[in-house]
T-cell receptor, first 113, second 114 residues
């Protein structure tokens, strides 16, 4: 079991739907991350939150909208996604940003019809 | 290394043997390195890290070696077990990368055979 919990584990949605991915950690970490991972590829960084403020947006399309309601929660709101957005979406956290390990959840497997 | 097509480099290891997984990095300014293990259907799991002021670090059954001269990182797994079957990623970051942005390697698939 990981200490970063992601829900749902699987999500199938149409291109016109709106859905949200959720991530929770109770390790007191102040940095949280969203990654996208395609099959047989390494994770690709999407967003970084530090102390609940968005620090990095890696030129992610606006159909992905992150939100950090508090220090334990991170959401990723999805709207009008494309089939190529089908992937594993991983959340991670670390005590702070910088040179330290990030702890990953097991991800949400997203399929866009 | 960089991935080619859809096939991950694969290391096939007999149970009980030692495994060595290699990673080349390109940024000479990188000063912090991590190895992750990703099992099928799971997220990456932290294994071990090393900072650039060291050239070797040992954990439980794992050793990471860093050669800054040739920009090479390796992970050694002693007495490989079936549970070690996974994809292994190296990752690097440094003073030119801010806010926890790691550069991940392409990954190596380790298959442990009985």
């Amino acid at each position: 079991d990981t200490e970063v919990t992601q829900t749902p584990k699987h999500l199938v949605m149409g291109m016109t739907n709106k859905k949200s991915l959720k991530c929770e950690q109770h390790m007191g970490h102040r940095a949280m991350y969203w990654y996208k991972q395609k099959a047989k590829k390494p994770p690709e960084l999407m967003f970084v939150y530090s102390y609940e403020k968005l620090s990095i947006n890696e030129s992610v399309p606006s159909r992905f909208s992150p939100e950090c309601p508090n220090s334990s929660l991170l959401n990723l709101h999805l709207h009008a996604l494309q089939p190529e957005d089908s992937a594993l979406y991983l959340c991670a956290s670390s005590p702070d940003v910088g040179n330290q390990p990030q702890h990953f959840g097991d991800g949400t497997r997203l399929s866009i019809l | 290394g960089e991935s080619v097509g859809l096939h991950l480099p694969t290391l096939s290891v007999q149970e009980g043997d030692n495994s060595i997984i290699n990673c080349a990095y390109s940024n000479s300014a990188s000063d912090y390195f991590i190895w992750y293990k990703q099992e099928s259907g799971k997220g990456p799991q932290f294994i071990i890290d090393i900072r650039s002021n060291m050239d070797k670090r040992q954990g439980q059954r794992v050793t990471v070696l860093l050669n800054k001269t040739v920009k090479h990182l390796s992970l050694q797994i002693a007495a490989t077990q079936p549970g070690d079957s996974a994809v292994y990623f190296c990752a690097e970051t440094g003073p030119t990368d801010s806010w926890g942005k790691f550069q991940f390697g392409a990954g190596t698939q380790v298959v442990v055979t009985p």
